[in-house]
C-alpha cells in the first residue's frame, strides 16, 4: 500500500512545480509562500498538484490541478481537492470555483463528479475561439 500525502508545496518542490504548468520561478515562490500549491507526494515521490488563484483577492478559483500520468485514475485528485477544500472551508470560504475549456469533456466530468455544478460560460476565451465553462462547488 503507497504512503499518500497532501501537503502545502515548499521551496524546495520548487523543481518539479516549475515543470508543471506555465508559472516561472518568482510567481511559483510567491504562490508557495502564500501557501497557494498543494502537492500530492507518493511514496515520497511528487505526484501531482492543485494551485489556486483567488479572483478579485478574494474568491478561491482552481487555477490547475495536475496528476503526473502513472498516477491517474487512483482517486488522488479527491485527495488534493479534499485537501484544498477543507483549508479553504478553515478560511471562511463557503464556494471553490473552477473550469474547463468547453471541449474538454472528460475534465467537464471530473467536475461532475467530484461535486461541481455548471456556473456560467465565457464563449471565445481560449485560443481557437474555444469557450470556458465555469463551476462551482459548495464547500
Given at each position: ?13 520548487l523543481l518539479y512545480l516549475s515543470r508543471r504548468g506555465r508559472l ?116
Amino acid at each position: 500500500m503507497s504512503e499518500v500525502i497532501v501537503r502545502s508545496a515548499l521551496d524546495t518542490d520548487l523543481l518539479y512545480l516549475s515543470r508543471r504548468g506555465r508559472l516561472s520561478g518568482e510567481n511559483l515562490l510567491q504562490k508557495i509562500r502564500r501557501k497557494e500549491i498543494f502537492l500530492l507526494v507518493v511514496d515520497d515521490q511528487p505526484a501531482g498538484l492543485l494551485t489556486l488563484e483567488f479572483l478579485w483577492s478574494l474568491v478561491p478559483y482552481i487555477a490547475l490541478i495536475w496528476i503526473d500520468e502513472s498516477f491517474r485514475r487512483m482517486g488522488y485528485s479527491r485527495e488534493l481537492l479534499g485537501f484544498a477544500e477543507e483549508r479553504l472551508r478553515g478560511e471562511g470560504h463557503r464556494q471553490l470555483y473552477s473550469s474547463s475549456q468547453a471541449d474538454e469533456d472528460q475534465p467537464q466530468a471530473w467536475h461532475r463528479h467530484m461535486g461541481f455544478e455548471e456556473c456560467g460560460v465565457i464563449n471565445g476565451i481560449n485560443e481557437g475561439g474555444i469557450g470556458e465553462i465555469f463551476f462551482r462547488k459548495t464547500l
